[in-house]
C-alpha cells in the first residue's frame, strides 16, 4: 500500500516567485492536511481539506493557499515567496478529518534565496 | 491557552542507555496524545497513541506513558541504538473527530545516540 507521496522532495526558488506543492494521498483517503515545520517554530498547522472543500486554515498570510481534487491530491500554492518560507512543508492524509489514523508523507523541503 | 511543552531540547546519550523524554500539555478538552519519531528531512512517523483512559502504551523498545491528571506524558526508549536519532515531537489532539487543525505539536526532542 502506497504511503503519502509529496513532489518534489526538494526544490529552491527566488525570493519573489511563486511555488506549487503537491500531495497525493493514501488510496482511499480522502482529508488531506498542510503544514509548516521550520527548526525555531516546529509543525505549524496550514490547512486541510476534505471533499474538495478547506475545512480549517491556521494563521498564515494569504500568499499560502491549496485546494484538492476530486481524486482527493491536493496543492499548495505560495505566491511572492520570502526568505522565512523556507521550510520543509508535510501533507499528511487520513480517511476523513478526525484526530486517529493520519499519515505524514516525507516533505518538500523548500529553500528561498 | 493550549499548549504542548517538551523536555529536554535536545538529549546525547551513548549506545545502549534508556532515556527518558517529557510532555506537558495545557491542552482541554483532551482526546489523545501521540508520540512520533522524526528522522532529519523525513515525515513524523506514529509510534504510540494513548486516550485519557490509557496510561501506558509499548511499541518495541518504546514505552510511553501518561498522567491525564497532571497533564504529563513521558517516551522511554529502552537499550537505544544509533537507528533512534532522530527529533521525537509530542502532539496533542483536543477535540476527538475533529479537525486536524485541532491538533497542538510540540517542538520535539532532538536525540543523538553515539556508539
Known amino acids: 500500500k502506497a504511503g503519502v507521496t509529496q513532489t518534489p522532495r526538494y526544490l529552491i526558488k527566488t525570493r519573489g516567485q511563486q511555488v506549487t506543492l503537491s500531495c497525493s494521498p493514501i488510496?482511499?483517503?480522502?482529508?488531506v492536511s498542510w503544514y509548516q515545520q521550520t527548526p525555531g517554530q516546529g509543525l505549524q498547522f496550514l490547512f486541510e481539506?476534505?471533499?474538495?472543500?478547506?475545512?480549517n486554515k491556521g494563521n498564515f498570510p494569504g500568499r499560502f493557499s491549496g485546494r484538492q481534487f476530486s481524486n482527493s491530491r491536493s496543492e499548495m500554492n505560495v505566491s511572492t515567496l520570502e526568505l522565512g518560507d523556507s521550510a520543509l512543508y508535510l501533507c499528511a492524509s487520513s480517511l476523513a478529518p478526525d484526530s486517529y489514523g493520519y499519515t505524514f508523507g516525507s516533505g518538500t523541503r523548500l529553500t528561498v534565496v | 491557552k493550549n499548549q504542548v511543552e517538551q523536555s529536554p531540547q535536545s538529549l546525547i546519550i551513548l549506545e545502549g542507555k534508556n532515556c527518558t523524554l517529557q510532555c506537558n500539555y495545557t491542552v482541554s478538552p483532551f482526546s489523545n496524545l501521540r508520540w512520533y519519531k522524526q528522522d532529519t528531512g523525513r515525515g513524523p512517523v506514529s509510534l504510540t497513541i494513548?486516550?485519557?483512559?490509557?496510561n501506558t502504551k509499548s511499541n518495541g523498545r518504546y514505552t510511553a506513558t501518561l498522567d491525564a491528571d497532571t497533564k504529563q506524558s513521558s517516551l522511554h526508549i529502552t537499550a537505544s541504538q544509533l537507528s533512534d536519532s532522530a527529533s521525537y515531537i509530542c502532539v496533542v489532539s483536543g477535540n476527538y473527530g475533529g479537525s486536524q487543525g485541532n491538533l497542538i505539536f510540540g517542538k520535539g526532542t532532538k536525540l543523538s545516540v553515539k556508539p
Open positions: 494513548m486516550t485519557f483512559s490509557e
Open positions: 488510496s482511499g483517503h480522502r482529508s
Open positions: 481539506y476534505f471533499s474538495e472543500t478547506q475545512r
